[in-house]
């Protein structure tokens, strides 16, 4: 949602979501009609409900290539930002989306999928294993893959029964990249800040002119 501004009204349904008990059955389609899979968060956050809604969909499981440790670091420093930057709380409390996605990512992210650990290191990092285990305990062996993106294409299209592509693998999505994008919506907060700061100081001097 907040890399593609054409899905940003999706916010409205995963709230919903957010605030459903968890096994609640929901009409995914509202979401994922024309699309043929759905990664990360918010998505990976119900991956026991799309098994249910979707029983012939592969799932896949990404663990990072440096280790549970190098995953919290990661986390850490990209897409905790909505709890960790207090900027984010600024565009929360000045724009629509924002307004919308800060509370979601907050109840169905980091508290019902992390289980509220991300401040504790070592909480994080085991509730990272339990989700691991889990995952490989509830998935039947034929429809999981546990995949580390350093492996490149072949283990991911072998299961997928795809083609091997002639490109490289891509690198997207990685840590400069949410770090750039976190800068950019840092530097949207400050404007938002300079606007709301010249407004008060123009009344402020309107004002001042009456008296």
């Not at 169905?108 to 995952?135: C, N």
């Not at 400050?190 to 002119?209: H, Q």
């Amino acid at each position: 949602m907040i890399g593609n501004p054409d899905n940003a009204h999706h916010v409205d349904f995963w709230c919903r979501v957010a605030k459903s008990p968890p096994g609640t059955a929901h009409d995914w389609a509202q979401v994922f009609a024309g699309y043929r899979a759905a990664i990360d968060n918010p998505a990976a956050c119900v991956w026991r409900e799309l098994m249910d809604a979707y029983p012939d969909a592969k799932v896949l499981l990404t663990v990072h290539p440096g280790g549970a440790e190098a995953w919290y670091d990661s986390v850490m420093e990209t897409i905790y930002f909505t709890e960790r930057l207090w900027q984010w709380r600024v565009l929360e409390a000045m724009t629509p989306f924002a307004r919308k996605f800060g509370p979601m990512a907050r109840t169905l992210i980091w508290q019902r999928f992390h289980k509220g650990t991300m401040p504790d290191r070592s909480a994080a990092i085991a509730e990272y294993h339990r989700h691991i285990a889990a995952v490989k305990a509830e998935v039947p062996a034929d429809r999981l893959l546990l995949f580390n993106v350093a492996d490149g294409w072949a283990p991911l299209c072998a299961f997928l029964g795809m083609p091997v592509p002639e490109q490289p693998f891509p690198r997207v999505n990685d840590r400069d990249a949410i770090k750039r994008d976190i800068r950019g919506m840092v530097r949207g907060a400050y404007v938002i800040l300079a606007i709301g700061a010249a407004v008060v100081l123009g009344v402020a001097w309107a004002a001042s002119r009456l008296v």
